[in-house]
């Protein structure tokens, strides 16, 4: 996940579970930190000096009428209090109308000559304060549905023309995508990084993933894969190259799906891949003010921090936390802001 950060649901749990039991109570000793709030803070203050004026801010990019709020506004009060930065939020459409990139020049290090760089500035809405930002980072932009009219790509293009550091940059965002997921799954592609030894001991742990297309056209491991999904799509996971929840196919609408556009084209745009069945345990769930007992699987994601330019070696390239989100265990999907699954977190133990 490139965009989001966890809210400390480890500190809930810590002081709350010594209020119900002993047991309770040792095991929230056991509830590892997770840093991703002030490490992800410092990243973006770091990217921020670098910009090199401090009197400019960091925008948050963010949906119109934004309801995932509580993490974006841990990470403004942090970016603050930690480090005296301001942050601004405002959606595509506002960057369209209050955004201006304005040029100015600036001599090369260590030469004479002198050139023309293009900053991003943007005029608050209703308010008229110009400000400078060092930092476009983006909680919007990930879905089409984000892109509505040309003045929203207009926004994502101005953004990416300027100076500003991007969290991500249009590269970094499609770096992201189920298709390159799916590429550094490969032998040949795993050898660029690691010897051939380690790179089968990664793979014995990975869910085997094949690149789609008209069955006729396919290698012959990604078409019997296709043709097993085709006759029981239990096991397999349609993905197309979508964030957020709710895009996935399963079951018996992904066999449905695959043979009535088995020789089609627009197979190219999904990835089609082992599905993972964890072990279930039961957890406590708690909706609108019931709670109720249930099996449930829980998935552990790792966030990290990369800054750099793509010449040089990185600036920060390092752990940031962590994410635990549990759903029931029948629930296919498994986005937190969709619905679909909480936020949780784990407990170390010997046992």
């Known amino acids: ?19 119900l039991s ?38 948050f990019v963010v949906q119109p009428g934004e309801r995932n709020i509580a993490d974006q506004r841990a990470l403004e009060a942090e970016l ?17 109308e209050c955004g201006r990139l304005e040029e100015r020049e600036r001599e090369k290090e ?5 050139e023309r760089e293009r900053d991003l500035v943007v005029y608050l809405p209703g308010v008229g304060e ?92 990604a078409s019997s894969a296709m043709t097993s999904a085709i006759d029981d799509g239990d096991p397999w996971v349609l993905k197309p190259q979508r964030e957020g929840g709710g895009n996935n196919l399963y079951g018996k609408q992904l066999s449905r799906f695959l043979k009535i556009h088995k020789e089609d084209d627009v197979l190219a745009e999904y990835v089609l891949m082992q599905r993972i069945f964890p072990k279930p345990q039961r957890s406590i769930f708690v909706r609108n003010g019931q709670t109720s007992w249930e099996p449930s699987v829980s998935e552990l994601g790792i966030f990290s921090v990369f800054l750099g330019d793509g010449q040089t070696d990185p600036v920060i390239n390092e752990y940031a936390g962590y994410l635990v989100r549990t759903k ?24």
């Open 22 to 59: 002993s047991d309770c109570s040792t095991s929230a000793t056991l509830i590892p930190d997770n840093p991703s709030t002030s490490i992800l803070a410092y990243t973006l203050s770091i990217s921020h000096f670098l910009y090199g004026d401090n009197s400019a801010v960091i925008m």
């Open 328 to 351: 029931g265990e029948n629930v296919d999907e498994g986005g937190v802001a969709s619905g679909y699954s909480v936020l949780n977190s784990v407990i170390l133990s010997d046992s």
């Open 1 to 19: 996940n490139r965009c989001s950060n966890d809210i400390c649901v480890q500190r809930v749990l810590r002081e709350a579970c010594p209020r």
């Open 130 to 221: 110009r400000l400078r930002v060092s930092v476009v980072y983006l909680r919007a932009g990930y879905t089409p549905d984000d892109y509505k009219t040309e003045e929203e790509w207009r926004a994502r293009e101005m953004m990416e023309m300027s100076t500003a550091v991007k969290c991500p940059s249009v590269a970094y965002q499609l770096v992201g995508l189920k298709k390159i997921q799916q590429v550094l799954c490969e032998e040949e592609e795993m050898e660029r990084f690691l010897s051939h030894e380690d790179a089968m001991l990664l793979k014995r742990v990975f869910a085997d993933q094949y690149t789609l297309g008209p069955l006729s056209s396919l290698s012959l491991s």
């Open 110 to 114: 260590g030469e004479r000559e002198r």
């Open 80 to 96: 603050w209090t930690s480090h005296g930065i301001r942050a601004v939020f405002l959606s595509l459409s506002d960057i369209a």
